[in-house]
């Protein structure tokens, strides 16, 4: 019985990850309970195709303990010649109710949050993502953000 449970979640597993031709690179940091100010993601991209175009995405996963609307993030891509871009991004989360958004069934919701669109690389390239999120009416940003427990960076194919 067991076999045939775990081949069967085998062909499951196997039949989603075959359906995400796109997806070029797609990985997740976990941020803990809480992801605090001073954190920086890191993800060390790999070589990829120079004649091609790609768009990029900052994945989170988020649960009912993320407390605001919105959220802030500087995201820096640093180039191989050492220059880096830097961004600031505000993404929505939360309805005007206050509901989360996302996918997922359960209270941890994915939201995959548009970066850049019809990108070349040339070399290898690094994304350090920072939370910049902060109260309304307070200049010093939130120390340790709720409810956000994994960052991710994701690279698609252009079509």
């Known amino acids: 019985m067991w ?5 069967l979640l085998l062909l499951v ?25 001073d954190s920086i993601v890191t993800f060390n991209l790999p ?3 120079s004649t091609k175009r790609y768009n990029l995405f900052v994945n989170l996963r988020a ?3 993320y407390q605001f609307n919105n959220l802030f993030l500087i995201v820096a891509l640093e180039l191989p010649n050492g220059f880096t ?20 069934f359960s209270d941890i919701k994915e939201s995959k ?10 070399s290898k390239y690094k994304v350090y993502i920072k939370q ?18 994994e960052v991710g960076f994701r690279i698609e194919k252009k079509e």
Not at 3 to 7: D, E, F, L, Y
Not at 85 to 104: C, F, N, R, W
């Open 3 to 7: 076999i045939k449970n775990s081949a």
């Open 13 to 37: 597993v196997i039949l989603f990850s075959s359906c995400d031709k796109k997806r070029v690179f797609d990985d997740y940091k976990s941020v803990g309970s809480a992801w605090h100010k």
């Open 47 to 49: 070589e990829l195709d």
């Open 63 to 65: 649960n009912n303990n």
């Open 85 to 104: 871009k830097v961004d600031t991004l505000e993404y929505q989360m939360a309805d005007l109710d206050g509901t989360l958004l996302g996918d997922g």
């Open 113 to 122: 949050l548009f970066y850049k669109e019809n990108v070349r690389f040339k």
């Open 132 to 149: 910049a999120v902060r109260e309304n009416g307070k200049v010093p940003g939130v120390t340790a953000l709720d409810g956000i427990t």
